[in-house]
């Protein structure tokens, strides 16, 4: 069994991850293209961790431009067997309010203009992704911001949307109670089904930082305000992440399957397969791939 990495992707405002050793940013190169930035690794509490800030130092990537499969293949060719993806939200929901956590269990994607898979033609597999989040993982997450007194919610629906623009008013209140989603962001998708087809276990800590544009007693999305709130939510998150990482270390075995999630997913023969797209998938599908 694989010992585990720790692999963290900031979102909007968080640019950095305190408590780093031996702490050094590395370039990866990746076939799928460049990632976001260069990757901080180290430890932190004696586990090997990486982070790589999901807009990049500055925030110079937007959403739609961020390339997702860059990120999970470099974090895959670092070691990392898990990720803890933290990222800014809207709140659909009163009882989620601005400073408030959601552990997402749930996605809905509304994104249109994304690579959303390491595969396709020439090697097509469809990997299980009912459950999209580490319940192992997300587990671990709320034991430890219990512990350290953060309001973070166990579980929510996470509707992802292209952007950039924020949603209308219409949009906003139709994913609220037609839909049912609990808080909306513009990242977690196609991250979460990379990191899946990656075998990687994922999680998302989800930042309520307003209550979108549905609230009939709250001013349409403020930027000045989110920030604000941003700058609050990011050093709540990174004490979350230096309390949650010295429990993942070790060997390990995911109960559920995130780690041998293309056991059955590769529907292409071996002699029809492309080699092209094989060699491009040396890091992400390597274990099933790899002649035997």
Known sequence: ?????????????????????DARWRSVASPWGAPSDEILTGSIGGVPAAFLPRHGRGHVHAPTSINYRANIDAMKRLGVTDIISVSAVGSFHE?????????VDQFIDRTVNREKSFFGSGLVAHVAFGDPTCPRLRGHLAA??????IRAHDGGTYLCMEGPQFSTRAESVMYRTAWGAHVIGMTNMPEAKLAREAEICYATVAMVTDYDSWHPHHD???IPAILATMHANAERARALVAAVVPRLGGAFDCPAGCNRALDTAILTAPEARDPALVARLDAVAGRVLAPR
């Not at 010992?3 to 305190?18: A, E, P, Q, W």
């Not at 009882?95 to 552990?103: I, T």
């Open 95 to 103: 009882h989620l309010a601005p400073g408030d956590f959601v552990l």
């Open 1 to 21: 069994m694989p010992t585990r990495m720790v692999g963290i992707i900031g979102g909007s405002g968080l640019y950095r991850i305190d408590g780093f050793e």
């Open 144 to 149: 430890a911001a219990a512990d350290l007194g």
């Open 220 to 222: 349409q999305v403020d």
